[in-house]
């Protein structure tokens, strides 16, 4: 293989032959404010494992409780994190790494270099870069207790960057004994390493949970840097309380019951911006695109044919209204790579047309041999957003004579049912709604929605042995102008097999009060060090 980001790859070995003396000194001593933050996600936590589910909300609390081997700095560099120094040999084919001194799990044992290689190896097992670097792996072996290796049959120039990776499912560390359970079984206990415990005696599922502060954590030296650098915690304890309905969210915020909303409706921005307690912070920047998710191996959308019918019907400015309803922080997508990304182009996208194409669409699903199946889309009640777009996308296919059915559950039910590969009738799917990170889409290497390697690929299993083909080549390709040509043709065969169709991309500020400060804006992931509750 060629090795890409060389320039990068040489600037973390002089980083990592300094980062030889101790990088923590000792736990954390950060003065903890007075009273806990009381925050309302997104959606409620049902699976703590976030290997088994690449949802955000479960990265979240992973990122809480577990550590990384290497984080993404706000600049998206790789910075090591539980590392502590690191090399690679001269023919760029073996990776040293020694973890850092502090490291400890909340049971009271220490971190060792086996509990990292068998996260990796589990990661190894579902996450996009994990598996590239497990099949240009020619060994994984540990050393001693703190140190471990990755023998590459060829050099990689970008593991170190798979490694600190963003895009869930992350590279968490867990305890060997709960990594070596299968990633398609989930792990059920809550110890970690990272800055907060998680409080099982306070868990009430459904209601709340709760984070307390690890004292014993010892962050590194860095000032904190997006998800690099020190992981330094100022307040005492987090409080996740789930409120369903939002107007008693909004409600709960202005009277300062909570310090924090995740998704507040887009009717209530003008709310939050008349209240002088309140304030709208965008943390993704680059936003969130919407896209829909078809069952490959169940009738209709094992057909071609089928899926081509959703891309020609879908009124991607219908879905916007029902989704984020301000224009101005929502606009349409035709790139697979989304739109911020260098990889975004607008090849072979001649079925996007405003408003949609429904006698195209009926067309295709006649074609297709359509004969009247139900089709089962499953609907998320407790993402509002993403409820009204399954609402919407079950009409649009009414319309046009398809028997479009919704199933309706919270989303730790879609996020089980998601994984059944079965029928409908034996509580299978053939479609569901769900978003992903824009920036995450620029890069096919580590993004789960961008793979086509059907059963191993992300809910749906789309398969296209050409794509695939081509997806390998991304780690090979030196220049920017080639990864630029590559996207074209990825994308080209892309729109042709519908591998998933994109509704249109958004950007969800979140609402605080004025007096919770220090959140950290990166994709994908809202960790919890930094805020500082006034």
């Avoid at 099949?135 to 798979?162: N, W, Y």
């Avoid at 004579?401 to 996020?415: F, H, I, K, Q």
């Avoid at 995450?440 to 789960?448: A, I, K, Q, V, W």
Wanted: charged share 25%.
């Amino acid at each position: 293989m060629t090795i890409s980001r060389r320039e990068i790859l040489k600037a973390g070995l002089a980083a990592g032959a300094a980062l030889s003396i101790p990088s923590v000194l000792r736990a954390q001593t950060a003065p903890a404010s007075a009273g806990p933050v009381r925050m309302v996600k997104g959606l409620d936590l049902r699976i703590f494992d976030p290997i088994y589910t690449a949802t955000n909300i479960t990265a979240d609390h992973a990122a809480a409780i577990y550590d990384t081997l290497f984080s993404f700095d706000s600049k998206f560099n790789p910075q090591p994190q539980m590392v502590g120094k690191w090399g690679v040999s001269d023919d760029e084919k073996t990776y040293t790494f020694e973890l850092r001194d502090g490291l400890g799990w909340h049971d009271g044992t220490p971190v060792t270099a086996a509990d990292c290689i068998a996260s990796l190896r589990r990661w190894g097992q579902v996450a996009p870069g994990g598996q590239l670097i497990m099949a240009c792996a020619s060994d994984i072996s540990k050393k001693d207790d703190r140190t471990f290796s990755i023998a590459l049959k060829e050099p990689l120039g970008v593991l170190i960057d798979l490694l600190a990776d963003l895009t869930p499912p992350c590279l968490f560390v867990m305890r060997e004994k709960d990594a070596n359970r299968p990633a398609t079984e989930q792990v059920t206990t809550t110890i970690g390493s990272g800055p907060f415990k998680f409080n099982e005696a306070l868990a009430k599922p459904g209601a709340s949970y709760t984070y307390d502060r690890n004292e014993k954590y010892a962050p590194r030296k860095e000032p904190s840097d997006g998800l690099a650098g020190g992981k330094v915690v100022k307040v005492d304890r987090v409080i996740w309380d789930v409120i369903a309905d939002q107007q008693t969210a909004m409600a709960a915020l202005q009277a300062g019951e909570i310090d924090y909303l995740e998704t507040p409706p887009a009717d209530f921005y003008s709310l939050v911006g008349s209240d002088p307690n309140l304030e709208l912070q965008i943390l993704d920047k680059a936003g969130q695109d919407a896209l829909v998710r078809m069952n490959f191996l169940q009738p209709p959308f094992d057909n071609v044919k089928a899926r081509q019918a959703v891309l020609h019907l879908i009124d991607q400015e219908a879905f916007m209204r029902v989704m984020a309803p301000d224009p101005k922080y929502s606009s349409d997508l035709t790139s697979i790579f989304g739109s911020t990304s260098p990889a975004s182009n607008d090849e072979n996208t001649g079925w996007y047309r405003k408003g949609g194409n429904p006698k195209k669409a009926k067309q295709l699903f006649k074609e297709a041999g359509y004969a009247g199946e139900k089709v089962v889309i499953l609907a998320p009640t407790d993402w509002h957003e993403g409820d009204n777009a399954s609402q919407l996308l079950a009409a649009a296919l009414q319309k046009i004579g398809v028997n479009a059915e919704l199933a309706p559950s919270d989303w730790g039910g879609v996020s089980t049912r998601r994984a059944n590969k079965g029928p409908v009738e034996d509580g299978g799917w053939n479609m569901f709604i769900t978003t992903e990170m824009d920036y995450s889409l620029g890069n096919p290497l580590t993004d789960p929605l961008l793979a086509a390697n059907g059963d191993e690929a992300w809910y749906g299993w789309p398969k296209s042995d050409e794509y695939e083909t081509l997806r390998a080549k991304w780690a090979d390709v030196a220049t920017r102008e080639e990864r630029k040509a590559l996207a074209r043709r990825m994308q080209g065969i892309w729109w042709d097999f519908v591998g998933d169709v994109r509704l249109g991309k958004y950007i969800a500020p979140i609402a605080r009060r004025k007096t919770l400060t220090g959140l950290i804006g990166m994709p994908a992931i809202i960790p919890m060090w930094n805020m500082q509750k006034a």
